[in-house]
Every structure is written in structure tokens, then in C-alpha cells.
């Protein structure tokens, strides 16, 4: 689909990634970005309808698709992180605070605007997942296990609404030099540069996005032996069997 003469609607645009996403949108002829936020507030960028959204408030999600019923392109890039392992760390508050985000939210998103994308042509519908779909972070697992949910999420949505002529993109960035990626060191690709592949993986009908190395190295690995994406299982021996 042209993203010239679209209608979309980015969540999370007040900053990081969502914020970049609305800006590429303005700039390359979106006719109207709704840019969504918990605090509309803190959205700055001239050319946009703000909208007040928390995606885990099904009455935000309500009100948004009742408003917001022109959209034909939808990107779910609202996410959080809490950096909570399995094991420690309040994995019961911070997890399901995970999960509600970055999963029932995206979920919610996606039940609401469907029928609206579907009415208005089709259109497209972006998922923003991550490297770790695919490679579990011990450190952040409950994020990790969230995002894997999602990208199972945007298959099945994937199939679902092909029938109905709608694109569904999923993104799985590494690193993005963002808020939420501050504590990580090393190379980070920029926002702008996942916010491009991404529009034009939409322009040109294209279902997945691997933005950079680590995401295609990563990917290619689910395919060979489970040391391949974990070594340091190699290093601590294989347990008894
Ligand atoms: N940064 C990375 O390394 C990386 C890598 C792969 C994937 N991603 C994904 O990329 C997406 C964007 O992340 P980012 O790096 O731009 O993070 P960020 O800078 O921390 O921004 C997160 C955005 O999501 C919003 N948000 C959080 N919870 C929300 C809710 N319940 N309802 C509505 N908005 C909410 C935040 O709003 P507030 O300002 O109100 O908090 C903020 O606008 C996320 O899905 C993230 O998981 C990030």
C-alpha cells in the first residue's frame, strides 16, 4: 500500500522509535498521523492529531477506534521494558505488566482497528517485535517471552486477515539506539532507519522486517542446534540425562 495519502496511526509517538515512525509519516505525504500517547502532552512534532491512548485501557482503545475510523494503516509500537529475569526480580508485577503491554495491548489494538483497516480497503497493520522473539535475554526474560507471544500474535493475525486484504508486518529490530535500550552496550541501529525499512516493507507488501545483523543472524540460527543462540550452555556442560 502507498504510505503516500495514508492514514495512520502510530502508538507510543511521543518518543523513541513511535516518535520517528510519526515524522518519516508526516514527511513522506501520510495524509493525516494520528499520533497516540498516554500524555498528549509530551507529543511535539507539528503535522499530527494527538490522541490519547494507553493501550491497556480497553476504554482508550474504544475511543481511539471510534475517533480514529478513517485509519488504514495501524503500527502497534508501544512497548515496555523492566529488565526482570524468570527467576528474580518481581517477575509476577513487572511480567504481567510486560505481558499486558507489550502482548494483551497489542492484542486489544489489533481487535479494535482490524474491522476499520478491513472497512477502509485493507490497508496494513505493523507489529513492532524485537531480536528477542526469536533468542530469550535471561536478564529480560519476561520482555523477551512477551515479544515471542506477539510475533506468534502477528502470524496468526497474519492469516487471519489476509482474506480481508490486510498487510501484516512484523519488526524485529536488535538494539535500537532508544530510551529503552540505554542500559545495553554496544552497536544500536537508529530509529529512523527501523521507522524506514518499515515503511517501505508497507509500501511494498512485504510481511516481515529483519532491520539489521544480529536480527537475520539470529533468525537464520532458530534453525540449527539450541548452542547456536545460547553457548553458554556449552560452557556449562550438558546436564544428566
Ligand atoms: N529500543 C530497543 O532496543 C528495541 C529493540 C527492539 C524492539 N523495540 C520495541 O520498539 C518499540 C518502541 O520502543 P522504544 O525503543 O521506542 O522505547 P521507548 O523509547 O521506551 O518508548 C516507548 C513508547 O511506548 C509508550 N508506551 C509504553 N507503555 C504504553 C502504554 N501502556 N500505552 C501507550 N503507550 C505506551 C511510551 O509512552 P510513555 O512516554 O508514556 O512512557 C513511549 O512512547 C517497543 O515495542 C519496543 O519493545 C525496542
Known sequence: MDIEGSVALVTGANRGLGSVFARLLVERGAAKVYAAARNTDTLTLDGVIPVHLDITSAADIAAAAQRCDDVTLLINNAGITTRT??????ADEAGHREMETNF??????????????AGNGGGALVNILSVVSWVARPANAMYSASKAASWSLTNALRVELAPRGTLVVGVHPGPIDTDSAAFLDGPKIAPADVA?????????GRYEVLTDDTSRRVKAALAGDVTELYPSLIRAGAPAR
Not at 529475569?85 to 518481581?90: F, H, I, P, T, Y
Not at 524506514?196 to 511494498?204: E, G, M, S, W, Y
Request: hydrophobic share 50%; charged share 10%.
Open 85 to 90: 529475569s524468570a527467576l528474580a526480580g518481581d
Open 104 to 117: 494483551f495491548g497489542t492484542l486489544a489494538m489489533s481487535r479494535a482497528f482490524a474491522p476499520i483497516l
Open 196 to 204: 524506514t525499512q518499515t515503511l517501505d516493507a508497507v509500501q511494498h
